[in-house]
């Protein structure tokens, strides 16, 4: 060391310098001075690294020149889906005050939501190629680029459907066609409504692989698509529009009902690899609870310190509790905050298996469907519904516990209820729907063709046929007061031997009515057709449940073996089928409810077959006032008749043949393959079928039935009183003298309501003579048909001029004319010495008939009224001619 310098020679001591060696650490405030002398070995720095050159414009400041760094860095990190560029949360304090930070967060959030409209937007596409799913479905969904580029592409698809369509040729025209859901999302607004139906087939089209996605995992995507149809309507109207929801405490939010799924499941095949997915079921309704307020978002107030903790989502049925306050560290107790909790509406349905899809020696299933939001009281117990959502399970304690080992209830949370009776409902009817019904209306004979289509399976009884059809359409339902109201429906009573097609009548009315109950008087007790009273498997409070007669509100109460009921239980529905209501007090439940249908019945006589030398009453166990109480009563009787049962059994066989199995099969493949049947063939099919032209297919009978009672409203003219004032008062006299059908001021009522039905067959806004000559001919045909056989003679030769429509004898006026046609021909050919070349042609010119011959004929039949018969179709098809003026009847051969 000797000769070398010290390097801490060249600082002076300092004085008094004292080492304390019980000090901690040494003081940094003492020699401050030294730190900032100057060192030139270090303070020289490298050439290279110095950028001299001057600062260009509009860089000048280094934190925006790092801000627009970061955000290209973060445009390519969200293209390779790498996590966002931010500074560490301890370099982000809350007490920083620089004001470039608010400016960043800002611009960061506005950079995080994309906006939905085109001309304020850079809704640009991502760089992300979202169909390579990488690994789960449900996890990939979850990552936020993929949830943002569905939202994206669902926005769009709401805005330019049937536009811009990627997987779609162009149309032909090149212009662009009107936007299918914003014209839906406008008129859902304008209602006040949530509700979006969206027609899977049009998600498919457009975007094909999401609409996969929405299949196999509904939950996530249908929220994406709940949030996207909710900006599209904050885009779409005004801020005054949501306020209104707010004002009401709540926050207007679109949810999409996904309508058209194309794979349909019974219950009884649902499995675990259906769980969490989309499946569309069908069933009845058998159970309704009532609607409770369910949790969505739940805050708790910390009773200690008054903290509020929240909100937590509650995803399942089991109780969300927090652990600890995080203001106070304590562990509860903690009360619900019920004034900024969020509840939905919530609602179960029990759905049940459809009579007629149960197979043979099976009984029908079961399962829960949970309703919420604006789904609620969409359907009532006997509906028949399809109902689309989500297959899920739930825990059940009780299930675990009756069988020793995890069991996990499963149910079905509904996004889209769709009701049978909806298929022919006035909102589903197309312009080109009543375009076609407008104009059968035209058509005079349009009420023969309705009546000819009531069950045309069925051979004969017209009368029972015009009573079905009349029913169906209904009168007017009229209110003179607040406390009393007219019933507007028809109810009927099919009465007659066994093996007639009265079971079969009320088959097809179910089949075919809008709404319909079926029941039988064996199986149905008075609770089972009224009401009953059941404890609610939620709340244990006693509740009510329709029978029957509620259920068939607004529509037809199908009850066979109507006499097979006990009279206590056939009491218990007089009020519902003259007042339409039933009246309950039981177990402290005192209230009204609804029967307003039409109850239409079939019962056999006593001792299985109708007895024509008996009274009514002792051919059935109906007492009076139940009879009264039936607007139309037919009588059914098996007559043998053998040129009638000839006709029935070659009506029947050529069903039977027509419906033949291995028939139907190859007509089938013949259709499929394009082959045209030989003119054997389609006369064997055209003479085994007995088709009438007449007959309406049933789907244009049934929107024909449903525009009918939706639109029309006839009324009865003050003229056309005295005619129905005249027949009660004739059936009233009538009735005292025998032992028939017992005629009530409810037939007058009833008179009118049949004319009314008759009236909405030709869609008329009032009832002409013709509804009237129906209404009355009905009544009196009912009235005669329940009088012993020596008394129905004397009574049809009395009321004749009613039984007998201009319709009926045209025919038989037809027959006349064209003998007296013949009668004229022969003596022009006579006249003219050629009676061989044209005594049977008539020739080309025309034959004059003085019409009082016509007249003198019809007078000798007691047929007054003929000129009904000029004026007919029948009549001018024929080739004939009236002149009014010579009163003479000219006949061209055509």
Not at 401 to 428: C, G, L, Q, W
């Amino acid at each position: 060391m000797d000769g070398e310098a010290n390097p801490l020679d060249q600082y002076e001591p300092v004085d008094n310098e004292v080492v304390d060696e019980e000090d901690e650490g040494e003081d940094l405030m003492e020699n401050m001075e030294r730190d900032y002398q100057p060192q030139p070995h270090l303070d020289n720095y490298d050439p290279e690294g110095l950028d001299d050159e001057e600062v260009e414009d509009g860089v000048e400041d280094a934190a925006a020149a790092r801000l627009a760094a970061e955000e290209e860095l973060n445009r390519r990190d969200a293209r390779q889906m790498r996590p966002r560029r931010t500074l560490p949360d301890f370099m982000m304090a809350d007490e920083d005050d620089d004001p470039r930070r608010e400016d960043f967060n800002r611009r960061r959030k506005r950079r995080a939501s994309i906006d939905i409209a085109p001309s304020e937007t850079h809704d640009i596409p991502l760089d992300l190629d979202i169909e390579e799913v990488k690994g789960r479905l449900t996890e990939w969904i979850a990552q936020e680029q993929v949830a943002t580029e569905i939202k994206r592409r669902f926005r769009h698809f709401l805005r330019n459907y049937p536009n811009d369509n990627p997987n779609a040729q162009p149309p032909a025209g090149g212009g662009r066609q009107p936007e299918t859901y914003m014209e839906r999302i406008r008129a859902m607004a304008k209602d006040n409504k949530r509700s979006l139906e969206l027609e899977y087939s049009h998600w498919a089209e457009f975007q094909p692989t999401l609409s996969i996605w929405v299949a196999d995992a509904p939950r996530q995507m249908l929220e994406y698509m709940d949030e996207a149809a909710t900006e599209v309507v904050e885009k779409v109207f005004s801020e005054q529009f949501f306020d209104m929801w707010r004002a009401y405490g709540e926050e207007y939010q679109v949810h999409v009902r996904l309508v058209g799924l194309p794979i349909s499941d019974s219950l009884r095949d649902l499995r675990n690899y259906h769980l969490n997915c989309l499946v569309r079921v069908a069933g009845v309704v058998t159970r309704r609870t009532g609607v409770f307020p369910q949790l969505r978002l739940i805050k708790y107030d910390c009773i200690k310190c008054g903290y509020v903790l929240g909100p937590f989502a509650m995803h399942t049925e089991t109780e969300v509790k927090p652990n600890a306050c995080p203001s106070c560290q304590s562990k509860g107790p903690f009360m619900v905050n019920s004034s900024e909790t969020v509840y939905r509406d919530y609602q179960k349905l029990t759905l049940q298996e459809s009579p007629g899809s149960v197979p043979a020696g099976r009984l029908p299933r079961h399962k829960e469907v949970i309703l919420t939001h604006d789904l609620i009281d969409c359907a009532r117990p006997g509906e028949e519904i399809e109902v689309t959502g989500m297959y899920v399970y739930g825990y059940d304690a009780s299930l675990n516990i009756k069988n020793s080992f995890p069991v996990f209830s499963t149910h079905i949370e509904a996004n889209f209820v769709s009701k049978r009776e909806d298929i022919y409902s006035m909102h589903a009817l197309t312009d080109d729907d009543k375009a076609r019904v407008l104009e059968l209306s035209r058509d005079p004979r349009i009420g023969q063709r309705i009546i000819k289509s009531m069950a045309p399976s069925i051979y004969g009884h017209e009368y029972i046929k015009t009573a079905l059809a009349l029913s169906l359409m209904g009168g007017v339902e009229k209110s003179p007061s607040p406390a009393y109201r007219l019933r507007g429906d028809i109810n009927v009573l099919l009465l007659g031997d066994p093996g007639v097609a009265k079971s079969q009548f009320l088959k097809y009315l179910e089949k075919t009515a809008p709404r319909a109950v079926y029941t039988t008087g064996k199986g149905a007790s008075a609770v089972g057709l009224t009401a009953a009273v059941q404890r609610d498997p939620i709340t244990k409070e006693w509740t009510l449940e329709g029978g029957a007669l509620v259920l068939a509100d607004k529509g037809v109460c199908l009850i066979d073996e109507f006499d097979k009921m006990n009279d206590q239980d056939r009491v218990s529905i007089h009020e519902a089928m003259e007042q339409q209501s039933i009246s309950i007090s039981k177990a402290g439940i005192v209230t009204q409810l609804q029967a307003r249908c039409a109850v239409i019945a079939a019962a056999n006589p006593v001792g299985g077959r109708y007895d024509p030398s008996r009274t009514l009453a002792e051919n059935v166990e109906l007492s009076d006032p139940i009879l009264s109480r039936f607007d139309v009563l037919a009588v059914v009787r098996d007559i043998v008749d053998p040129v009638n049962d000839e006709k029935l059994a070659t009506f029947v066989v050529a069903n039977h043949i027509k419906s033949h199995p291995v028939r139907v099969a190859r007509e089938q493949e013949a259709r499929e393959a394009g082959l045209q049947p030989s003119e054997e063939e389609e006369a064997a099919a055209a003479a085994a079928s007995h088709l009438d032209p007449d007959i309406l297919p049933q789907d244009l009978l049934r929107k024909y039935v449903t525009y009918a009672k939706q639109n029309c409203r006839p009324t009865l003219q003050e003229a056309d009183y005295d005619r129905i004032l005249r027949l009660y008062a004739a059936l009233r006299q009538e009735g005292a003298l025998t032992h028939g059908m017992p005629v009530a001021v409810r037939h007058l009522e009833s008179v009118v309501r049949m004319s009314e039905a008759s009236a909405r067959m030709h869609l008329r806004d009032y009832v002409a003579d013709h509804d009237i000559n129906v209404a009355i001919k009905m009544m009196v045909q009912s009235f005669i048909g329940s009088q012993k056989f020596t008394v129905q003679q004397t009574l049809e030769r009395k009321f004749s001029r009613y039984l007998t429509l201009p319709q009926d004898y045209h025919s038989l006026l037809m027959s006349l004319l064209r003998q007296a046609l013949r009668g004229a021909q022969r003596e022009q050919a006579m006249a003219s010495g050629e009676q061989q070349t044209r005594g049977s042609a008539g020739g080309k010119q025309g034959v004059k008939i003085a019409a009082r011959i016509l007249e003198d004929k019809a007078r000798e039949l007691e047929i007054s009224d003929v000129a009904s018969l000029y004026s007919s179709a029948m009549f001018r098809n024929s080739g004939f001619a009236y002149d009014n003026v010579a009163n003479v009847i000219t006949y061209t051969h055509t």
